[in-house]
């Protein structure tokens, strides 16, 4: 039975996470069938390698009121590129119609959105595995939110590419906290948001939007989460301030620290972080850390303070 075409105003019915899941624990079965497929019936190789239609506005009048089902079918040879060039190594033109593939299924159905969320991930995967295209990932899903709002998650996918793939901290912050911002977004992004501002080395930012959410968050747990991102705050001050009289210490005396007891104002008590515990001074490596029975363990990774 044909679906009838999607209204350009509606958007398909929420995909149920279960389906979700399903996809993703199918997919590597679905390559793994297709390449024993083609090893057991291998296909004449291919001169070249054609996408007849290019341009999705012309195949959306061509389709005419069929382009739900079309969309569906070019998102299926997408998924067939992907697994067939994921295993072709050493091909010069390896993933070359993947981008195009998406763009002309989201371009046929524009709520089409397990085309954009799991082609983003097939673009951004690094080779060998993938392309590592991280630019058309972000140019998908911001099409994607060109054309649906109100979808919070290609937001925060775009975040997350920035934050995993490109290590852009600063980028994947200000997606991460424009995804917080939106109709239907969930309160744990905020936090996200702020921990990837403390990771860029924006520990100002980051401070005021983890007070803002202790103040506001009707979550207690985002609450709390937010108090310990402030107390993972101002311990990470705390350790530069420390590491920074160590180093003006030996540079004025000539004399290397081999414990707290070398500073004459620690003589009297060891400094101790936000839960009272003491910090720490590796004189092997020389550098400060909490203690190993800190609360606040593990610290953000993030840039040195300027």
Do not use: C
Request: glycine share 6%.
């Amino acid at each position: 039975m044909v679906r009838r075409r999607t209204p350009r105003t509606g958007q398909r019915p929420p995909v149920p996470w279960r389906a979700l899941v399903l996809v993703v624990v199918s997919l590597p079965l679905a390559v793994s069938v297709l390449r024993a497929r083609e090893v057991t019936f291998p296909e004449p190789p291919a001169t070249e390698r054609l996408l007849y239609l290019r341009s999705g506005k012309v195949a959306d009048r061509l389709m005419l009121s069929f382009d739900t089902l079309a969309a569906d079918i070019y998102w299926i040879r997408a998924i067939q590129h992907y697994g067939r060039d994921r295993t072709a190594f050493g091909r010069p033109d390896r993933f070359q119609l993947l981008y195009p593939l998406l763009d002309l299924t989201t371009t046929l159905d524009p709520h089409f959105n397990i085309a954009y969320r799991f082609g983003a991930i097939f673009l951004s995967i690094e080779e060998p595995q993938g392309p590592g295209r991280t630019d058309l990932a972000i140019k998908l899903l911001e099409k994607g939110l060109e054309k649906n709002p109100t979808r919070w998650q290609y937001a925060h996918d775009i975040g997350f590419i920035n934050y995993w793939y490109t290590r852009d901290y600063a980028a994947a912050a200000q997606w991460f906290e424009r995804a917080s911002k939106m109709p239907g977004a969930p309160e744990w992004i905020a936090p996200l948001a702020a921990i990837t501002l403390v990771q860029g080395g924006d520990r100002t930012r980051a401070r005021g939007l983890l007070t803002n959410l202790a103040n506001s968050a009707t979550e207690k747990f985002i609450r709390a989460a937010a108090e310990r991102g402030l107390a993972q705050l101002q311990a990470l001050d705390a350790i530069d301030e420390l590491t920074a009289l160590v180093q003006d210490h030996e540079r004025r005396t000539g004399q290397t620290v081999r414990g707290w007891q070398d500073l004459p104002q620690f003589r009297a008590g060891v400094p101790g972080d936000p839960t009272g515990q003491p910090y720490v001074y590796d004189a092997a490596t020389r550098t400060v850390d909490l203690s190993p029975l800190s609360t606040l363990r593990p610290l953000p990774k993030v840039k040195s303070q300027q």
